[in-house]
């Protein structure tokens, strides 16, 4: 157990419609990281917070957005959600004391 | 910017034999983290093994190890008495000290025949 908690564990949803993804970091982690991994991909990173604010953005799209609120936890919300949009969605957390990353089980999210 | 590199997409090793899997980076900071993280087919990321740029020493976690070079930037990892659960993809990543960024290589898909 990572310590890092991700939910839903998996979803399914129609093209065009919108989903929220929530994320809770390891404890005392201030850091938290978004990634994408399609089928068969490696990872991609989306963006990523720091005790609320953002602080580095990768290949995200403008139908994507997120946010890390005053607990530390996270929200990743998809909209206009596309068929190729169906990928598991990773969350991590970050120490300064041991520098990795601390992953989630992910969200899987399916769309039809 | 830092990449990293790993040259093998798919790699077999026979059950209770040694495989190493490759991995190179590219970067001008002198102080860094290295880590080697294994996918298995639950997908779920879990960290194998991490080694600071500024220890010499290479990383060993029980029959994980590296083989860090760190004049030819190169990271390695060898899977010693490999076992069945040990099929997984693996990927080599990189992050500066004090820095937000991780990078991440295509991965290593690691196929264990019985």
């Known amino acids: 157990d990572s310590g890092v908690t991700q939910t839903p564990k998996h979803l399914i949803t129609a093209t065009g419609q919108r989903v929220t993804l929530r994320c809770s970091p390891r404890?005392?982690?201030?850091?938290v990281y978004w990634y994408q991994q399609s089928l068969d991909q490696g990872l991609q990173f989306l963006i990523q917070?720091?005790?609320?604010?953002?602080?580095a953005k990768g290949n995200i799209l403008e139908r994507f957005s997120a946010q890390q609120f005053p607990d530390l936890h996270s929200e990743l919300n998809l909209s206009s959600l596309e068929l190729g949009d169906s990928a598991l969605y990773f969350c991590?957390?970050?120490?300064?004391?041991?520098?990795?990353?601390?992953f989630g089980e992910g969200s899987r999210l399916t769309v039809l | 910017a830092q990449t990293v590199t790993q040259s093998q997409p798919e790699m077999s090793v026979q059950e209770a034999e040694t495989v190493t899997l490759s991995c190179t980076y590219d970067t001008s900071e002198s102080d860094y983290y290295l880590f080697w993280y294994k996918q298995p087919p639950s997908r779920q990321m879990i960290l194998v093994i991490r080694?600071?740029?500024?220890?010499?020493q290479n990383a060993t976690e029980n029959r994980f190890s590296v083989n860090f070079q760190k004049a030819a930037k190169s990271f390695s990892l060898k899977i010693s008495d490999s076992q069945l659960g040990d099929a997984a993809m693996y990927f080599c990543a990189y992050r500066s000290v004090g820095g937000n960024q991780f990078y991440f290589g295509t991965g290593t898909s690691l196929t264990v025949i019985p």
């Open positions: 080694q600071e740029a500024y220890k010499q």
């Open positions: 404890s005392g982690d201030l850091s």
């Open positions: 917070y720091y005790n609320g604010e953002e602080r």
């Open positions: 991590a957390s970050t120490t300064r004391n041991t520098g990795e990353l601390f």
